[in-house]
DNA sequence: GGGGTCCGTGGAAGCGCTCCCACGAATTTC
DNA sequence: GAAATTCGTGGGAGCGCTTCCACGGACCCC
């Protein structure tokens, strides 16, 4: 009954033309307009233009369900965090991951989302989203490690690269920060200064970069001669407000301390608060060393002396890592680990 | 010479059953394994069972890409964030709304994506992004006057709605708290304590949210019949180093202020430091509100007198109008504006 | 008990795009 | 000058899915 009508069945919903009607437009076939917008070369100067002002004329936007239909590409990739706490939202060291990676994928044809998960609900979401093909791969920041996701993820097939090394050694793509040694550096300073009792305040023990800098501290005091003494170490949660309760431990602890290496520089604040309320000077009384190098040491009173992340070279890594993946030239696991540098202010 | 293969051409791809495998593993058609997929009553439960059966053994996960194509969704919604300033990343009002809409989305079928703009550059990346289809819809938290997105945005005909009051009053859906009313009330209450010299510390003159809160201290200023002096007002960004800054030059220009509206709380918690550095108590010598109700303005010292913005309610209303409007369901430009509350602590 | 309704089902036509393949014309090579 | 190559082009199949339509069987009503 009603007629085959192919050639024009889309005409009729206006305001999304097609790939066709710019094909008529122009008076090229489909293909040839395809060619022009995936910018093949095998196109005549004259068919090119023909079909470039067909495109303007139409202000046709190429359909990519469509094209990620055959392609079996969406030139999109996921930023994951996937983590309980809101608060770790607003962690600069988050903001800057994200607008590292953001950066390295600017000039690319990737597009960057962000994804995020506070519980196990929402982590399936996004796992049903990754395998349901939205995304070419995914950057991971999961932090802690009852963490579905890695699994899920990579056990689907899904490109993927973590932002900080799997808490159990499975085998991963991953790109980290050198968490013990800059842990240790920090430390050996602070003994360096000729400091006695060097206590720690350390990240929650159930996220892989604070148990690391917590090694980096023991090594370190080890290697100094000095019994791990447990009155020096208390445990945050990477919180401002973590930080201070932290510090405030210690202080009641171990009275005697006269250094601390805070395993984050938001912690590190807090410290400060707690050991300005307790009367204890910085540095004179006490010196004090954070981790991350974030914003906020440089403009809080006294200026951190922190451990810097390179973070350029880490979200380039990230990026580099999950494109070979996903180009499938990658090695299954491929890893990273980049060096960290204490940066020395005020504090310590 | 290749022979018509059209049955098992994708069984060929291990890894990744299609519809066709389930429907011949089921020993139904393709037409009823999609329909079971879909929820659809109209299946009779054997066959419905043979197929979740089929499904389960297969691992079979639609292809979201085949079935936008036909369906025009994607059951994908955007949060952009279109910022220069990588910093305003960081602050609790942004992770407050993204997590809001979050949940007030968990339990549909749609998944929220962040995307984030800090240049023309990205902005244009994000609306080729939204144009081709790749979201049903976008909340934009659009903060500047000269953003290019709401106009590129609803030109293309993406629903669309802004988390703020559009800048120009232009005809389009946004949620917004009384930004004007809240600040009001807040000068009010300074006022009603007795203060004789209320200043504030404004946000950035080109971002809406900043205007109306300053527009709120004129008009209580105007209302208790003070003159609007303009050395008590001076301009902030928003970020607490901006509060600080601020709060030093309302102290240098009005030396016997002895109250101050701050338009946000990391504002505000900047001019606390000013103050104490300033050596002038707070309430005692100077009464402070800020605006927001974030979780600093709990934990500091002392706890902040500020104004909540109803944030449950912003975000639900945010999705419930994009929804509609997904749905086409909606009034071109409908618009909420949310009542605000007064918060007193300890502050003011 | 015959004609209507309802219901579950399968066939088939696309959604808009890419890309393989074949084709004719222009160019090169011996 | 004929065969071989190159090049731009169009035809057409197919990516995996939804959905319209038609079909046959079970059911109902008078």
Request: hydrophobic fraction near 45%; charge should be negative.
């Amino acid at each position: 009954m009603a007629p085959v009508t192919t050639e024009l069945t889309s005409g009729a919903r206006p305001g999304t033309p097609t790939l066709d009607e710019v094909a008529v437009l122009a008076g090229v076939s489909r293909a040839t307009v395809s060619r022009v917008v995936n910018e093949s070369p095998k196109v005549s100067p004259e068919a090119r233009e023909a079909v470039q002002a067909a495109i303007a004329q139409l202000r046709y936007v190429p359909n990519r369900m469509a094209r990620s239909l055959v392609t079996r590409r969406t030139d999109t990739v996921a930023l994951v965090l996937s983590e309980p706490n809101t608060q770790v939202f607003s962690d600069p060291f988050f903001a800057s991951i994200v607008h590292g990676v953001s950066a390295a994928l600017v000039d690319t044809e990737l597009t960057l989302v962000l994804l995020t998960a506070r519980d196990a609900r929402e982590q399936q979401k996004i796992a049903r989203f990754a395998r349901q093909g939205h995304v070419d791969g995914v950057v991971l920041m999961s932090l802690h490690s009852e963490d579905l996701l890695p699994d899920v993820l990579s056990g689907a097939g899904v490109p993927l690269v973590l932002c900080g090394r799997p808490y159990d050694g499975r085998s991963v793509a991953y790109v980290d920060a050198d968490n013990v040694g800059g842990a240790r550096v920090a430390t050996e300073h602070l003994v360096g200064l000729g400091r006695r009792r060097v206590a720690t305040v350390t990240g929650p023990t159930d996220m892989i970069a604070g148990v690391d800098r917590y090694t980096g501290w023991q090594r370190a005091t080890a290697d100094a001669g000095r019994a791990v003494d447990p009155a020096l170490v208390a445990h945050g949660d990477f919180t401002e407000a973590g930080g201070e309760a932290a510090m405030a431990r210690l202080l009641d602890q171990a009275p005697d301390l006269d250094a601390v290496f805070v395993a984050s520089d938001p912690m590190a604040v807090g410290a400060l608060r707690a050991l300005r309320a307790a009367g204890r000077r910085v540095p004179e009384d006490v010196a004090v060393v954070g981790f991350d190098d974030a914003e906020v040491a440089r403009t809080c009173d006294p200026p951190l002396t922190t451990v810097a992340q390179p973070l350029d070279l880490m979200t380039g890594e990230l990026v580099e890592l999950l494109r070979r993946q996903i180009e499938g030239v990658a090695a299954p696991a491929e890893t990273r680990t980049c060096p960290t540098r204490l940066v020395v202010r005020g504090s310590a």
